[in-house]
């Protein structure tokens, strides 16, 4: 398993935002949610860039 810390990070934030339990408790359930594999792959892009067009 590879560790993505940004990664982890950005969930957290997002999950604390959304349900209030705090930024601490919001990064231990996403590192739990990583270590057992629950977690989406990270982008491939770093933030705000755009993919380029399949079309």
């Not at 601490?24 to 892009?45: D, F, K, W």
Request: net charge positive; hydrophobic share 30%; glycine share 8%.
């Amino acid at each position: 398993m590879t560790r993505n810390i940004t990664h982890q990070q950005r969930i957290a934030r997002d999950l604390n935002a959304a349900v209030g339990c705090g930024y601490q408790e919001a990064l231990r359930r996403v590192r739990q949610a990583a270590a057992a594999g629950c977690l989406p792959t990270p982008p491939s892009t770093p933030r705000g860039e755009q993919r380029p067009s399949t079309s």
